[in-house]
């Protein structure tokens, strides 16, 4: 299998809570992208590495190996509206975005991103419904989390100990399945 098949069909479901962090990353990392293989433009607006000191232009924003490790705990691949997800959610956890900042966001991912990494209208309708999802869980911030000591606990226990609400994220699941029955990322959510 190819690489670009392995980033297609990678994906940890949440049914999989036994597994741990630290697996999960290592089968992402045997294919997955390196921080220098992200798109420069993409590494300014989602990486803290690039915020000005004492400004934060998007609440949120992870290094790579933190995003991924959001992907896993979240029962997300890496399909368009699972990065859309992954952003939205991780945006919201913070309690802090204004609706500028998600509309600038939303822009920036529609508009200026590289072609291969832009959001469809779907694709902002997930990022945005998955703002508002972690805007109202009672999970922490999930950008503010050091995940290195989780590396080895099974998700089921990080997800309950970081306050994410699993069954939050089935009854969206399942209303996204729903929505977008063309989208193979979407259909995919509550495999078991």
Not at 118 to 131: I, P
Not at 161 to 171: F, Q, T, V, Y
Request: charge should be negative.
């Amino acid at each position: 299998m190819d690489i670009e098949e392995k980033v297609k069909n990678w994906f940890i479901p949440l049914s999989h809570g036994d597994k741990t962090l630290g697996q999960a990353y290592q089968e992402l990392q045997s294919f997955g992208l390196k921080q220098s293989e992200i798109p420069y433009i993409i590494q300014l607006v989602e990486n803290p590495k690039f915020d000005l000191p004492g400004f934060d232009l998007f609440h949120g924003a992870v290094n790579l190996q933190t995003h991924d490790y959001i992907h896993i705990i979240l029962g997300r691949g890496l399909l368009p509206k699972d990065e859309a997800f992954v952003i939205g959610f991780t945006m919201g956890s913070t309690d802090r975005v204004t609706t500028s900042e998600e509309r600038l966001y939303a822009f920036f991912a529609k508009y200026l991103y590289p072609r291969e990494y832009r959001f469809t209208d779907e694709d902002v309708r997930v990022f945005k419904d998955a703002l508002r999802l972690g805007f109202i869980s009672d999970c922490k911030p999930l950008s503010q989390i050091d995940y290195s000591p989780h590396l080895h606990r099974p998700l089921r226990e990080i997800r309950k100990a970081l306050g994410i609400e699993e069954d939050l994220l089935r009854a969206y699941y399942a209303i996204e399945k729903r929505r977008y029955p063309n989208s193979p990322e979407s259909q995919r959510l509550l495999e078991s």
